[in-house]
């Protein structure tokens, strides 16, 4: 079994700065490809970044230079980390990771953090 749990979601003012952090844990696992999604209330669920197992990364056009997306394989955490915040970053953030366990790859969701950004 394994779970992910994200943390390091809050309040911001625009312009300020947080950094979400999705760990991973468990038993004889290991973490492929890991995404941060966001879902904003009635809208769908976006992608926001992305990482692989290599380190090569992705972003979302709304997100590009001012968000990055990065991974610590011994802590097996994945983080990102949003600077120049706008409101429109309002979400709830989550944390999506493809991992190796028991001779297949599954895909896991946390359990999301809310990230508010207003004045």
């Known amino acids: 079994q394994v779970q992910l749990v994200e943390s390091g979601g809050g309040l911001v003012q625009p312009g300020g700065s947080l950094r979400l952090s999705c760990a991973a844990s468990?038993?004889?696992?290991?973490?492929?490809?890991v995404a941060w999604y966001r879902q904003a209330p009635g809208k769908q669920r976006e992608l926001v970044a992305k990482?692989?197992?290599?380190?090569?990364?992705n972003y979302a056009d709304s997100v590009k230079g001012r968000f990055t997306i990065s991974r610590d394989n011994a802590k097996n955490t994945v983080y990102l980390q949003m600077n120049s915040l706008k409101p429109e970053d309002t979400a709830v953030y989550y944390c999506?990771?493809?991992?190796?366990?028991?001779?297949?790859?599954?895909?896991?969701w946390g359990q999301g953090t809310q990230v508010t950004v207003s004045s």
């Open positions: 990482i692989t197992s290599g380190g090569s990364t």
């Open positions: 999506n990771a493809n991992i190796a366990h028991s001779g297949t790859n599954w895909s896991y």
């Open positions: 468990g038993s004889s696992f290991s973490i492929n490809a």
